[in-house]
């Protein structure tokens, strides 16, 4: 079977791409794969499940099971914690927090993750995940120096080392229900110095902001706060079409 990272790669080579996101805690198993039977049908490439608190591995896992009796799309970890890992993802984004202030969301979490990791047999991606203000619980939970909107040199530079450092994707985050997205320019600017895949979410809840985000330079647009909500799949269903809509370029 191809690896995640690398059915991820593929499906960039047709153009951007659109991801899921389902925390656990804020709607039953049930629920979960009814959405993201639905996400997979609007086009959705991938389900990435987690939260920005500690969610538990029961939950975690149930929804996981699932999320995967529903979708034939990879079903890939967004872990706040080595906690919230189940056997059952089909990889997990071994991702640092690039501006973090406390080394154990930089480095710690992950040294105690990485057996778990290698026992499950779960493909690791590694991601350089960056908090962009106003960065909402998940800066608060990451204890984040977020980085200012304006800030675009910071941003590029925490962006920058994560490539060097060999990740293979960059994630900018906003924040779960953030009230602006990450700004387009800072999206255009990292783009710019950056040979690996970036991602942008939070604050994203139409096809508008989607579009402007691809067209700034996003290769990953990611949606979760919009499929909590009444209306909520009608409003994937836009995004999805937004995103995919600039297949084939920018």
Do not use: W
Not at 6 to 31: A, F, N, R, V, W
Not at 35 to 47: D, S, V
């Amino acid at each position: 079977m191809k690896k995640v990272m690398e059915y991820i790669t593929s499906c960039l080579d047709s153009g951007p791409m659109h991801m899921t996101l389902i925390d656990p805690d804020k709607q039953d198993p049930e629920e979960a794969g009814r959405i993201t039977a639905e996400a997979e049908r609007f086009g959705t490439g991938a389900i990435m499940v987690g939260g920005s608190t500690g969610v538990g591995l029961e939950i975690t896992d149930r929804t996981v099971a699932e999320v995967k009796s529903q979708v034939k799309v990879p079903v890939i970890a967004f872990p706040s914690s080595a906690g919230g890992l189940s056997p059952r993802f089909d990889a997990v984004y071994f991702l640092s927090m690039m501006n973090s202030m406390k080394p154990r969301h930089i480095t710690g979490e992950q040294a105690y993750a990485s057996s778990i990791v290698r026992d499950f047999g779960i493909e690791p991606i590694g991601m350089g995940y960056i908090i962009v203000e106003p960065g909402m619980k998940v800066a608060e939970v990451g204890e984040a120096d977020v980085v200012g909107r304006k800030d675009i040199r910071r941003a590029v530079g925490y962006a920058l080392a994560a490539q060097y450092f060999g990740m293979k994707l960059v994630y900018l985050e906003a924040g779960s229900g953030a009230h602006l997205p990450v700004p387009p320019d800072m999206i255009v600017e990292v783009k710019k110095q950056l040979s690996i895949p970036l991602i942008v979410g939070g604050g994203i809840r139409d096809g508008a902001t989607a579009s402007a985000a691809v067209r700034s330079g996003a290769d990953i647009v990611v949606t979760g706060t919009v499929v909590e909500k009444n209306g909520g799949l009608s409003k994937l269903s836009e995004i999805v079409r937004a995103v995919k809509k600039k297949q084939g370029g920018h």
